[in-house]
Each structure stands twice: as C-alpha cells, then as structure tokens.
C-alpha cells in the first residue's frame, strides 16, 4: 500500500507551481486590461483558450457525465463573476497589493471544505493559514497608509469580492479534480466560460480583434492559464483542498515579483516582513503532510 505522505507533498510542490504560472498571468492581464479593458482581454483569452486546450481535448475526447457537467458548468459561471472582478479591480491597484487582498480566499475555503467536503482541517494546517495571513494583514497595514484614491478603493472592493467567490472555487476545484482528468477540466472551464462572454456581447458592446502588438500577449495569458488549470486539476486531484489552500499564499510573492519587473511598482518594509510570515506559514503546511489523508490516489 502507497504511502499518502510523498503525494501530498508532491502535489503540494505542483501547486504551487501552477500558482506561481497563474501569478504570470494576472500580471500579463493586467497589462492587456489596461490596454484594451476588460471585456476584450477576458473575450480573446477564453477563446484562445478554448483553442490551445481543445486541441488537447481532442486527442483523447471524454463525454462527462451529467454530474460532471452540472460542476464543470458551474464553476465555468463562477469564474466569469470572479475573474471579471478581480481583473477590474486589478487594473486599478498595485499587483501586490490585489493578491494580498485575495488572500482571504484560502482561509474562508478551508472551513468550507471541513463544511461541504467533510474534509478534516488539521490544528497545523490551520495554523500555517494563520501565520500566512498575519502576514497579509501586516502588508495591508503598510499599503493603507498611502493614499491610492477612490477608484483604488473600488477596485479593492471588487478583488475582495471576488476572493470569496475564489474560496468556493477552491471548494469546486476538488470536487472537479475527483471525476475529471486535467485536460478535461482546462477545455470545459475555458469553453464555458467563452461561451458565458459571448452571450454578453450585447452588454458590453462587443469587442473588436486586439492590435497586432497586443495579440501575443492575450496568446500568452491564455496559455499560463491553461497551463495553470492543468497543474491545479492535477494536484487537487492528489491532496485535499484544505491542505492545498495555503499554496495561494505563495503568489504574493510572485505578484511582488512581477508588480517590481513589470509594471515597476514598489515593495515596502511592511510588504517584505508579511512576505517573510507568508513563506513561514507555507512552509511549515508543506512541512505536515501528515495532517490531511487525500481521499483518492490517482495514478500519474
């Protein structure tokens, strides 16, 4: 019989990394929502997505079951909400500061999990989320002394808001991970929510094809977000998502990372001790693999 602990910490490392791909996209998105605005930058990234994972799909075509379908189409919706806010408000606040602002997500899924998933939180793993979120507190003292303006502030709210709608995809993301394979996940996620943009059209005008210098980008944000959708389905597919939840915490570090190089936004003191807390919290979770036991060992 297998032993659970090397596969959850080796999904635990693939996590991460799928966080670390879906950092660099928000970074590129970013750029293209301030370019083009919202609507477009979302529009052009599904569809190239549906394009880059459906060539995967259709190597190896799978019909999911109504019940799979029923959460694939769910958490399609979802993302249209969640995403369409967080990118918004993206645009209008500094990298780090959204993603540390998004942080609330993993906390509040790690009690949805123990609720609608009767997975079993671990004192540690609780504790790791704790220490990673003093951490963000800390970071969120030291960027609310500047002053961004009101639209700063709007866009906070909405990244706030959609940290909650993330906790429940987080939920959504293992139950997903259960029934469908990683290339199943990538091309339904991205056709639903293609599709979900398409019908709002009308609302918001239309959107015309991106210039041509803008064009590779949406090409590359697609591909790190089907890269990351690929990663993430593999790993919540080997641990639970209570455990996997303090992986988010890691993007902050790559949002001060891309915030710096791209975009040249700077990091504060403040900024730099919650990063310390984040790693420490992160590190001492990947540290406990004991404290969860994934309810299901896929072979790779």
């Not at 963000?136 to 808001?161: C, K, N, P, W, Y």
Request: net charge positive; charged share 10%; glycine share 8%.
């Amino acid at each position: 019989m297998s032993n659970p602990r090397p596969t959850a910490l080796i999904a635990f490392l693939v996590g991460s990394v799928g966080i670390a791909t879906f950092s660099g996209m928000d970074a590129v998105m970013k750029g293209l929502v301030i370019a083009l605005g919202i609507y477009p930058t979302m529009l052009w990234r599904m569809l190239s997505g549906v394009a880059m994972s459906g060539l995967l799909f259709a190597a190896r075509p799978v019909r999911p079951a109504r019940s799979t379908m029923r959460i694939h189409l769910v958490r399609g919706i979802l993302t249209v909400v969640m995403a369409m806010l967080f990118f918004w408000g993206l645009a209008k606040v500094p990298l780090a500061q959204a993603i540390a602002l998004a942080f609330i997500a993993p906390l509040i899924s790690l009690f949805l999990a123990a609720a609608f998933l009767g997975e079993t939180i671990g004192r540690k793993t609780i504790l790791a989320s704790l220490i990673a979120f003093a951490g963000v507190l800390l970071i969120f003292t030291g960027q609310a002394r500047a002053d961004l303006g009101h639209e700063a502030m709007l866009g906070s709210i909405a990244i706030l808001v959609s940290a909650i709608c993330y906790a429940v995809n987080i939920i959504l993301m293992r139950s997903q991970a259960l029934v469908a394979g990683p290339i199943e996940i990538a091309f339904f996620q991205n056709l639903i929510v293609a599709v979900a943009l398409l019908l709002a059209w009308p609302l918001f005008g239309g959107a015309s094809f991106p210039p041509a210098d803008q064009a590779p980008f949406v090409l590359l944000a697609a591909f790190l977000s089907t890269v990351s959708l690929l990663l993430l389905s593999w790993a919540y597919a080997r641990a639970e998502a209570s455990y996997l939840a303090a992986t988010e915490y890691t993007s902050f570090l790559w949002a001060m990372l891309f915030g710096w190089l791209v975009f040249r936004e700077t990091v504060s003191p403040f900024t730099l001790a919650g990063a310390a807390l984040i790693v420490a919290g992160c590190f001492l979770a990947a540290r406990r693999p004991q404290d969860v036991t994934p309810s299901l060992e896929v072979a790779a």
